[in-house]
């Protein structure tokens, strides 16, 4: 066990755990930030996505001794943004959030393109969310909340 300090969602924060822990456990469990679901514990699902250091990341496959001064952004965090917040919005309206599970890494997802590519067309978009899966639904509603935020329209028939 030993003591890493970090950055998350803004606050500077030092946890106690042993190098090797997930960066997802140490997030819901001694943190509290539950927002970050775990899907499959694998990497596979995106279920579990946050941001290190701007960069798009599985929780589940990062040992949290890697983040030793990193700033981590993770649901909770980044909501304060205006373009994640016309995500969120996006999502609601638009009816791209069904069971919830998936819903947060998609959305840290999209902020991370809709701030690299504000105008992000049909096609980008399912690239970027290509590592995020739904059990609930066909993509096309995600795809068409993404491309609402985006201003780019609709998702010109599927994902």
Do not use: W
Not at 21 to 37: I, N, P, S, Y
Not at 82 to 99: E, K, N, S
Not at 115 to 141: F, K, S, W
């Amino acid at each position: 066990m030993i003591d890493i300090e970090l950055v998350v969602n803004g606050r500077s924060q030092r946890v106690h755990a042993h190098p090797l822990a997930r960066l997802l456990d140490v997030l819901r469990e001694q943190l509290g930030l539950c927002g970050t679901k775990e899907g499959c514990g694998e990497g596979e699902c995106g279920a579990c996505s946050v941001l290190i250091d701007d960069v798009l990341v599985n929780a589940c496959l990062v040992p949290v001794g890697q983040c030793e001064g990193s700033r981590v952004d993770t649901i909770e965090g980044i909501g304060a943004d205006p373009r994640v917040a016309a995500l969120q919005r996006a999502f609601v309206d638009v009816g791209g959030a069904q069971c919830g599970i998936c819903t947060p890494g998609m959305i840290v997802a999209a902020s991370a393109l809709v701030r690299t590519r504000p105008r992000a067309t049909p096609a980008e978009i399912r690239t970027a969310l290509a590592g995020n899966l739904c059990r609930c639904t066909g993509y096309v509603r995600i795809v068409d909340a993404v491309a609402q935020a985006c201003g780019a329209g609709e998702s010109e028939g599927g994902a």
